[in-house]
T-cell receptor, first 116, second 111 residues
Framework: AQTVTQSQPEMSVQEAETVTLSCTYDTSESDYYLFWYKQPPSRQMILVIRQEAYKQQNATENRFSVNFQKAAKSFSLKISDSQLGDAAMYFC?????????????FGKGTKLSVIP | NAGVTQTPKFQVLKTGQSMTLQCAQDMNHEYMSWYRQDPGMGLRLIHYSVGAGITDQGEVPNGYNVSRSTTEDFPLRLLSAAPSQTSVYFCASMGGIYGYTFGSGTRLTVV
């Protein structure tokens, strides 16, 4: 079974600065998807960014980018120019591409605080 | 608006009571799932379904039942609530390669 580890339960960043959230995972598969989800106090799960394992290029969505190191099984999220609205729980998630595999495996989350 | 609708948003139960958390989606997604979220534990899969009439267990299925009689609905039943089931519950559906859509969650407290 796959596991996802987020080693930073809490982090903080100054507004306008850059922060990197860490995620590692364990799998024996070669093809899979990785995701970062944001959960603000409203509880809604919001997809931030996704990465297909077969793509070498790191995914980027505006101020959010990832550093995907497949060999190291690492998938960190970088948030540039942090804004107050970025304060939330962030979850890293893995999805297998095996037959019949649709479920997401989540890490335990990182709570990000943004300091004005 | 298209999406996943969960009801209720909040619920307090007494130990031993039963209840059903409702989940409905209007996107014609075949795959639906239930997760529970506990502090420091992330989201853990309870049950999932790959289509009407087909359900299977996830990581933490004990104490929960599900059924899938239609594509749209995937209710989660607690037959005899226990304090250990105090949690936030999310329903999610998936369409396409990675198009997960989550409901807004149900905060359940069992006293």
């Amino acid at each position: 079974a796959q596991t996802v580890t987020q080693s930073q339960p809490e982090m903080s960043v100054q507004e306008a600065e850059t922060v990197t959230l860490s995620c590692t995972y364990d799998t024996s598969e070669s093809d899979y998807y990785l995701f970062w989800y944001k959960q603000p106090p409203s509880r809604q799960m919001i997809l931030v960014i996704r990465q297909e394992a077969y793509k070498q290029q790191n995914a980027t969505e505006n101020r959010f980018s990832v550093n995907f190191q497949k060999a190291a099984k690492s998938f960190s999220l970088k948030i540039s120019d942090s804004q107050l609205g970025d304060a939330a729980m962030y979850f890293c998630a893995y999805r297998s591409l095996g037959a019949g595999s649709y479920q997401l495996t989540f890490g335990k989350g990182t709570k990000l605080s943004v300091i004005p | 608006n298209a999406g996943v609708t969960q009801t209720p948003k909040f619920q307090v139960l007494k130990t031993g009571q039963s209840m059903t958390l409702q989940c409905a989606q209007d996107m014609n997604h075949e795959y639906m799932s239930w997760y529970r979220q506990d502090p420091g534990m992330g989201l853990r899969l309870i049950h999932y379904s790959v289509g009407a009439g087909i359900t299977d267990q996830g990581e933490v299925p004990n104490g929960y039942n599900v059924s899938r009689s239609t594509t749209e609905d995937f209710p989660l039943r607690l037959l005899s609530a226990a304090p250990s089931q105090t949690s936030v519950y999310f329903c999610a559906s998936m369409g396409g390669i990675y198009g997960y859509t989550f409901g807004s969650g149900t905060r359940l407290t069992v006293v």
